[in-house]
């Protein structure tokens, strides 16, 4: 049972527009949460996290919301650029499991020119 | 960049034949673990260590030892690989308390089919 979900296996966006990937998960105990963006062939790397305790935290063109009453978190890139195209991964993880990382299947956004 | 690198980036093997995988890190991070990505899936921990000598399992642990012996070094071992294993292979590091709670530095990956 996928503990963390990410049902758009794909996104298409206009270049410029917003970007607004999406992320649920099931277990309550998560209390830390993190984005990560996947180029082909390489590993994935760290974009931006939030804390359980906040609804909200921004980096540059990257924002990620957290709505801990509906189990759901949003990464929203403003304005999409060429270079945001690549796999998106949502990870959580909790102080109980000594904070490993539980992955969604990631989301494969394409930004057109 | 963090200083993380496997070997071999490529591998493909016959069913029934033993395969290691190396992460060499030169970062002194604490933490240690190896993922397979599979399509679907995304990232599924395999094991990892919080130590030297100290190992434990992650969630697709059968089939799979490690082995820790350097802080540097985290070896993964299919002892006698199936196709099921065929996969890409992530190493991952993390320092916990340094960084980003929870952030992990990963490797460039090993794509290993198994034939």
């Known amino acids: 049972d996928q503990q963390v979900k990410q049902n758009s296996p794909s996104l298409s966006v206009q270049e410029g527009r917003i970007s607004i990937l999406n992320c649920d998960y099931t277990?309550?105990?998560?209390?830390?949460f993190l984005w990560y963006k996947k180029y082909p062939a390489e590993g994935p790397t760290f974009l931006i996290s939030?804390?359980?305790i906040k609804d909200k935290n921004e980096d540059g063109r990257f924002t990620v919301f957290l709505n801990k009453s509906a189990k759901h978190l949003s990464l929203h890139i403003v304005p999409s650029q060429p270079g945001d195209s690549a796999v998106y991964f949502c990870a959580a993880s909790a102080m109980d499991s000594n904070y490993q990382l539980i992955w969604g299947a990631g989301t494969k956004l394409i930004i057109k020119p | 960049d963090a200083g993380i690198t496997q070997s071999p980036r490529h591998k493909v093997t016959e069913t029934g034949t033993p395969v290691t995988l190396r992460c060499h890190q030169t970062e002194n991070h604490r933490y240690m673990y190896w993922y397979r990505q599979d399509p679907g899936h995304g990232l599924r921990l395999i094991h990892y260590?919080?130590?030297?000598?100290?190992?434990d399992k992650g969630e697709v642990s059968d089939g799979y030892s490690v082995s820790r012996s350097k802080t540097e070094d985290f070896l993964l071992t299919l002892e006698s690989a199936t196709s099921s294993q065929t996969s890409v292979y992530f190493c991952a590091i993390s320092e916990p308390g340094q960084f980003v709670l929870g952030e992990q530095f990963f490797g460039p990956g090993t794509r290993l089919t198994v034939l």
């Open positions: 277990n309550s105990m998560f209390d830390y």
């Open positions: 939030i804390s359980s």
């Open positions: 260590s919080y130590g030297v000598k100290d190992t």
